[in-house]
């Protein structure tokens, strides 16, 4: 199975602010034929669903704001809120698509400092 | 619109049965494959299970294997989750998602459920 590690497990940041969560597989999601790495973001509210932000580690998802952006290859990965809302308080995960079982980082809790 | 709606949540005893549904509206549920996620509560995402868009080579979390069978009807758009001899550990929120892409390659989830409450306590 493929683990995947977050870090911070929380972090505060003051309004405007850049909030920076990363992720790290026990193998790689790179998918050599294709160049494509099978890494997603979702973003997740008290009471809601999970919400797609970034699919193939940098692509955003229709409708999400571009502060919100994904890096990383291989196994290492960054999600990247540059410029931190209030409407950003949530918890965030990482997820790998490229093998089952499917597998979820532990998730990262952005607060407002 | 995309729409999943999940049912068949309650509460029930260790050892017991219960049949999760989630129907699907607003996409060609026929070309896409199909997921359950669970959610413990306070805790973090689990998968739990996938099932191809045709129903074939379905795949299991090894917690659950053995124990859970998904499912789908394609004539009735909807997807179900067969609960068997469930657990405490199985009390969570389960929630049905849509993969990003169609038919066959793996795809995130752009799509989730409200989510259905399963309680195993006796």
């Known amino acids: ?113 | 619109q995309v729409q999943l709606v999940e049912s068949g949540g309650g509460v029930v005893q260790p050892g017991r049965s219960l049949r999760l549904s989630c129907a699907a509206s607003g996409f060609t549920f026929t070309s896409y494959a199909m997921h359950w996620v669970r959610q413990a509560p306070g805790k973090g995402l689990e998968w739990v299970a996938v099932i191809p868009y045709d129903g074939s080579n379905t795949d299991y979390a090894d917690s659950v294997k053995g124990r859970f069978t998904i499912s789908r009807d394609n004539s009735k758009n909807t997807m179900y989750l067969q609960l068997n001899s469930l657990r405490a550990e199985d009390t969570a929120v389960y929630y049905c998602a849509k993969v990003l892409g169609d038919y066959s390659s793996p795809y995130s989830f752009d799509f989730w459920g409200q989510g259905t409450l399963v309680t195993v306590s006796s």
């Open chain 1, 1 to 113: 199975d493929i683990v995947m590690t977050q870090s911070p497990d929380s972090l505060a940041v003051s309004l405007g602010e850049r909030a920076t969560i990363n992720c790290k597989s026990s193998q790689s999601v790179l998918y050599s034929s294709n160049n494509k790495n099978y890494l997603a973001w979702y973003q997740q509210k008290p009471g809601h669903p999970p919400n797609l932000l970034i699919y193939w580690a940098s692509t955003r998802e229709s409708g999400v704001p571009d502060r919100f952006s994904g890096s990383g290859s291989g196994t290492d990965f960054t999600l990247t809120i540059s410029s931190l809302q209030a409407e950003d308080v949530a918890v965030y995960y990482c997820q790998q698509y490229y093998s089952t079982p499917l597998t979820f980082g532990g998730g990262t809790k952005v607060e407002i400092k």
